[in-house]
C-alpha cells in the first residue's frame, strides 16, 4: 500500500436478536476506531432486530447481510428460538437441533455468499427465574444453545466467544450489567460487549 493511500474501512456487520438491536454494536464503532487505535477504521452495522430467531434471519440474508457487503459478520441468536410460542404447539419456535442447522447454514452464507470472517457470540448469562414447558429454567436452556452455538462454530472452523463467561467481571455487580428485565443489557453491559468484540475483532488478520 502506497504512502498516500488511506487504509480500506473493514464493514462489520452484527447479526443478531434485540440484544444487538439495544445498541451496543452502535458503542463498537467508536470503541473500535477510538480506543484500539489501529489505524484500520471500522465501520459497523446492526442488523439486529427485536423478537428475531435464527429460524427466520437466515432467510434475510440478502438484505440484512449481504447487501452491506461485510467484511466481519458477528452472528447471535438463540434466545428467540428456544421461545414457546405455540406457533409449535409442544415445540420452541427452534429445538436445539433445528437452531444448530439453522446457524450453521448462516455461518455457511457469510463465508461462501458474502467472503466474511464470521465470529459467534454464545448469549450471555440471564436472571430470569422461569420454567419453560420443556420442564428446564430458562437460564439452563439458554446453556443448551449455547453450548448448540459452539459445537458448530468448532464444525465450522470459526471463533465462538462465549460471552456467558466473558460478560462476566470480577469487580462489576453482574446485576449492574443487565436491564431490569434479566436478558437485556444495561448501557454499563453494551459497553462490556462493545469491548469484548472490540477484542475479538483485534483477534482477526489484518488484510
Known amino acids: 500500500m502506497g504512502s498516500m493511500d488511506k487504509p480500506k474501512t473493514r464493514t462489520v456487520v452484527v447479526w443478531g436478536d434485540s440484544i444487538a438491536a439495544s445498541g451496543w454494536p452502535q458503542l463498537l464503532e467508536t470503541t473500535f476506531n477510538v480506543c484500539c487505535n489501529t489505524g484500520l477504521p471500522l465501520r459497523v452495522v446492526n442488523s439486529g432486530q427485536g423478537g428475531n430467531p435464527a ?9 440484512n447481510i449481504l447487501a452491506h457487503q461485510p467484511d466481519v459478520v458477528i452472528i447471535q441468536f438463540g434466545l428467540n428460538d428456544q ?44 436472571l430470569v427465574s422461569l420454567m419453560l414447558p420443556s420442564g428446564i429454567s430458562y437460564d439452563e436452556t439458554v446453556c443448551v444453545y449455547n453450548r448448540v452455538a459452539a459445537t458448530v462454530a468448532a464444525a465450522a472452523g470459526v471463533r465462538f466467544v462465549g460471552m456467558r463467561e466473558a460478560l462476566q467481571h470480577p469487580d462489576i455487580p453482574y446485576t449492574r450489567l443487565l436491564a431490569d428485565d434479566g436478558v437485556h443489557l444495561s448501557p454499563l453491559g453494551m459497553e462490556c460487549y462493545s469491548r469484548i468484540a472490540a477484542t475479538e475483532l483485534l483477534r482477526l488478520p489484518k488484510n
Open 83 to 126: 421461545r414457546f410460542d405455540g406457533s409449535r404447539g409442544p415445540l420452541p419456535i427452534s429445538t436445539p437441533d433445528e437452531f444448530g442447522d439453522h446457524l450453521a447454514e448462516m455461518i455457511r452464507l457469510c463465508r461462501v455468499e458474502a467472503c466474511a470472517e464470521v465470529i459467534v457470540f454464545g448469549n450471555h448469562r440471564t
Open 55 to 63: 429460524a427466520c434471519a437466515r432467510k434475510e440474508f440478502g438484505q
